[in-house]
């Protein structure tokens, strides 16, 4: 009788483990559709099944950025998602009392994008004095995953980020939006692997070109280049 209790609790577990995992995987693909008959995925009204970013090969781009133990004294950060609890924040071991650390990020490398969990990219950011650049992207919690790839360097001489999850067609390119001589004003802008274009209506002023150019290179489609 208890062997079968446990059993079924497992099986439950099991199920659920696995509704979370497939509701996540579509999650990512906004306005798709999910053809059960045939088990493939399509994005509506453009490629299909194997064509799409969703089903190739991805490459390997290492992430670039690196984020060193800062040396500042741990501090208490209150929840913004849970009012009342605080977190212990340790720059230094760069450790935190959050799940996403416990779960994942004590897991991952010191040094490493996937250590940071949001408290740690929020003392990062404000007290570890990155590039303009880097912090916007550290802030932008909205667009932000802690495991995405994320490549950084300079093209055409301006800074660019460039960040993407696997199976997803929409790439993050942070670069700089006007080239005057003021203060650097760095925005977000968004490709679409699949369609080959910018999405919302904005591409980067001084640099699309070259940045087009070089996501072909790294997904070696001669398509995403203009
Ligand atoms: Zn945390």
């Not at 970013?53 to 950060?77: E, G, K, M, S, T």
């Not at 003021?182 to 699949?194: I, K, S, T």
Request: proline fraction near 6%; aromatic fraction near 12%; charged fraction near 20%.
């Amino acid at each position: 009788m208890l062997l079968a209790m446990l059993s079924l609790v497992t099986m439950g577990i099991v199920i659920s483990l696995l509704a979370y995992y497939l509701g996540d995987r579509f999650a990512r693909f906004p306005g798709g559709e999910w053809d059960g008959g045939h088990g493939e995925f399509t994005t509506s009204g453009r490629l299909s099944s194997a064509d799409s970013w969703a089903n190739r090969a991805w490459p390997a781009i290492r992430d670039r950025v690196q984020f060193p133990p800062l040396y500042l004294p741990a501090q208490q950060v209150a929840s913004r998602l849970n009012p009342g609890k605080v977190y212990l924040v340790d720059p230094a071991n760069l450790s935190c009392t959050c799940n996403y650390f416990l779960i994942r990020g004590a897991r991952a490398a010191i040094g490493s994008k996937e250590r940071l969990c949001r408290h740690l990219r929020n003392v990062y950011a404000s007290q570890g004095n990155p590039s303009a650049l880097i912090r916007m992207v550290l802030l932008d919690d909205a667009h932000y995953g802690e495991t995405d790839q994320l490549w950084s360097g300079e093209v055409d001489g301006i800074p660019v980020v460039i960040a993407w999850r696997e199976g997803d067609p929409w790439v993050a390119v942070y670069t700089r939006a006007s080239i005057t001589n003021g203060e650097p004003d760095f925005q977000r802008y968004v490709f679409h692997l699949d369609n080959a274009a910018w999405g919302e209506g904005r591409i980067p002023r001084a640099n699309a070109q070259s940045i087009r150019q070089m996501l072909a290179d790294w997904f070696a489609d001669p398509h995403l280049a203009a």
